[in-house]
């Protein structure tokens, strides 16, 4: 804090409007505006998501979506193929990942043999 009370007053007043705190209220300003200039359809709608599956990625409601959890991440999906081979996807690219970083892939205790 001593070394962002030394910066010029200016400064200080710019980082402060950056505060997170703001966030909240400043969403509700969006929302507002967005209500009042008919632009509803901008606002992010958190019921929709991707389908994780790289090669499919179609928009899915998450209520009807397959839900799986790989490595503490939930991972929506289509239906139970886009499951099965999304989620041997995502386990080859942690895996991938591993090798690249030098431990053989030992990061996970992955379902999918190599
Ligand atoms: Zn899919």
């Not at 929302?31 to 899915?60: P, Q």
Request: proline fraction near 4%; charge should be negative; include cysteine.
């Amino acid at each position: 804090m001593e070394i962002f009370n030394r910066l010029p007053r200016e400064v200080r007043v710019l980082v402060n409007t950056f505060s997170v705190e703001h966030r909240p209220n400043l969403e509700k300003v969006h929302v507002d505006l967005f209500h009042k200039f008919g632009m509803d359809e901008l606002l992010y709608d958190n019921s929709w998501t991707y389908c994780a599956n790289d090669m499919c990625e179609r928009e899915i409601l998450k209520d009807e979506s397959v839900m799986s959890t790989i490595m503490d991440y939930e991972h929506h999906f289509c239906n139970d193929e886009c499951e099965s081979y999304g989620s041997w996807s995502i386990w080859y690219d942690y895996r991938k990942y591993g090798r690249t970083q030098g431990n053989q892939g030992s990061i996970i205790n992955h379902p999918f043999p190599l």
